[in-house]
């Protein structure tokens, strides 16, 4: 079999997993949100934030290091699983020792018991066989695609099973314990590699890993500084609000754009040696992502209070006007991840590390200073500081790579268009609307009716606009014949691009 076939049959697989993944999650959460309470989603966004954390401190890197590795060993996969074997169940013991001070540190009695069980799924994931990491390295991903569905599926029924018996955090905590077991058990029914004891690789492990490391540390800080000064600020209660409607506002990112993303990512990878067509790539790529955030963007700040009525109920309309400020949030979350990876594409992982560092501590101090008062202002915060933080990325890679910012605004101008032409829409249906008269909030009827077509007003509206500004130009040309050869399913090698 070819390892381009091999290639694409993988994808494939992959995004099965994604959908399958992302479907019985967002299920789950549509579900538990209408059993659970917002302290309840506090405690278990508590739980995670702080299980994240120490197992990014333990982050050995172990399967990039085994799919990087030109002459693979027993002995490497060995130490890869030695290593976090002994890593992860020590910090495992480390969580539990203190659960009880993050307790009282947040003021939540119930983290110490929920914190100490949800620990026990780090050595637990650890002890699936490193023959799973090299079915990766062989892009073999049948194995892991059968697994997956039964480790999935049977989460899910534990999930929603408990939480209809007894309605509390447990229900999730659970169904994270039984997806570890059923991960460590079931990789030694999908491939027969048996690990055994040894570290004679460590140190070489280490040295590939600590970069890895670093970054993973300062990117999780600034992606969970705001759940964390939410809690501190405003209790529990209220951090299960803000970080439940964070997290729809990212579904559409998770779901479908940031996988989506990664054949961009390929592209710009591939020719990263050669300057003008690595700048072409790059443009034509951040053009293609701020189109299909926009129209996207556009309706989660539109409607806020009718999506998160329709997805989590009327128990959560507190928390709906929050959604609006995520939608700057969700649109540089992509955004950021795309810039970031087409600088690491160039191999200036050090200068990223140094940007996230500063960056970073930049996001935190402004919400230390600014963020307070309330939670929307935290959550306008959070959005626009995103804002800043993409735009001074992008910023540094137009100097690294040049690009093209003027062309890069050129190239965005439809859809520019596109976007004042369903704002338009917008205020002459909402003018219309009954609620709008009486002051209310947009409601679901309203979203249903009002939501598609402010969307075909903008698809109109983007097409007209790109057949008058962008049709003699070279980038609408290539869209042009990629959709073409989607739809015919016909390959046309040898591009130059």
Known sequence: MSAGFRVIRSAALLLGLQVIQRGLGIISTLILARLLTPEHFGIVALVTIALQFFELLVETGNQQYIVQKKHLSDDDLHTAWS????????????????SP????????PELTLALSVAALTLPIRALKTPGMMKLAREINYRPL???????????????????????????????????????????????????????VHAREQWQFSQWLLMRGLVGFTRSQIDNLLVSRFFGTEKLGGYNLVREISLLPALSAIIPMSE??????????????????????????????????????????EAIVALLLGSDWAAYGPLLR??????????LFALTS?????????KPLFWFDVISTLTIIAALLLYGNSNLNTMAWLRGWLAVLTTAALMLLLNRW????????????????????????????????????????????????????????????????????????TEEFRQVQELLGSLLTRNRHPGDAR
């Open 145 to 199: 695609f059968r697994l997956t569905l039964w480790q999935k599926s049977l989460s899910f029924i534990t999930v929603i099973g408990l939480a209809l018996v007894r309605p509390d955090h447990w229900a999730i905590i659970a169904g994270n314990v039984v997806s570890a077991v059923i991960l460590a058990v079931g990789s030694y029914r999908v491939h027969s590699f048996r690990p055994r004891w040894t570290l």
């Open 401 to 472: 790579c040049q690009f093209g910012l003027q062309r890069l605004a050129f190239l965005c101008l439809p859809t520019a268009t596109a976007l004042l032409a369903a704002l338009a829409a917008f205020l002459a249906l909402a003018g219309r609307s009954s609620l709008s008269a009486a002051g209310e909030p947009i409601g679901v009827i309203e979203l249903l009716w009002m939501g598609p077509l402010v969307l075909v007003s903008y698809g109109a509206v983007f097409i007209v606009a790109c057949l008058l500004i962008l049709r003699h």
């Open 101 to 108: 001070a993050l307790a009282r540190y947040f003021d939540t």
């Open 325 to 334: 400020p995520f939608g700057l949030f969700f649109f540089t979350f992509c």
């Open 263 to 304: 054949p961009l990512l390929a592209a710009i990878a591939e020719r990263k040696d050669q300057a003008e067509v690595l700048a072409y790539r790059v443009r034509l790529s951040l053009a293609i992502m701020i189109t299909l955030l926009t129209p996207i963007t556009a309706i989660i700040m539109l409607f806020p």
């Open 83 to 98: 290593l976090d074997v002994v890593i992860k169940s020590s910090v495992a013991v480390l969580i539990i020792a203190s």
């Open 341 to 349: 990876d087409a600088v690491i594409a160039q191999g200036r992982v």
